[in-house]
């Protein structure tokens, strides 16, 4: 069976066509200590993130998790809303989670809030985007804990200018 033939089984909705189907099947990264509890995270691609739990050099492993929660779900709205002809001027997502205190100390709760304008976008749109993300598309958010709550709100900015 080809990789295209593949593909037809797994259900790829219309907005996220050529988007979905270039992932890689397999990620690989490297992880080299430099010091102290200072490390060095390089991507398959070679980017790179300094990781040092005293926040002096780097972010915390969290703080980048918090990140790619963030930054897949707004990859898929934006996606989205654009294959919906929705042309964004701006968009900013702002990213809270809120950490069990106890070891494992891991997120019980993730708040986003989203800061969108541009033309086309309606809350129907973006409820759509929004839903399509997270009980679809979003691979960060399913390859979490199935208790951990995310929160997405939005404001549209400029809307009925």
């Known amino acids: ?37 200072c490390f060095l995270g390089t991507t398959q691609r070679g980017y790179e993130v300094e990781f040092d739990v005293k926040y002096e050099e780097g972010c915390s492993p969290t703080e980048t998790l918090l990140l790619s929660i963030a930054g897949c779900i707004s990859i898929d709205v934006v996606h989205i809303l654009q294959k919906m002809r929705c042309e964004i001027t701006s968009y900013e997502m702002t990213a809270e989670g809120t950490r069990q205190l106890t070891p494992p100390q891991y997120y019980k709760s993730v708040d986003l809030m989203i800061h969108v304008s541009g033309k086309g976008l309606t809350p129907a749109k973006i409820d759509r985007a929004i839903a399509l993300s997270l009980n679809k598309y979003c691979s960060v958010y399913h390859s979490l804990r199935k208790d951990l709550a995310v929160n997405v709100k939005y404001e549209i900015e400029g809307l009925g200018s």
Do not use: A, C
């Open 1 to 37: 069976m080809s990789r295209t033939d593949d593909r037809k089984d797994h259900d790829i909705q219309p907005e996220l066509v050529g988007y979905k189907e270039e992932i890689l099947p397999v990620n690989k990264s490297r992880l080299t200590w430099q010091r102290d509890l």
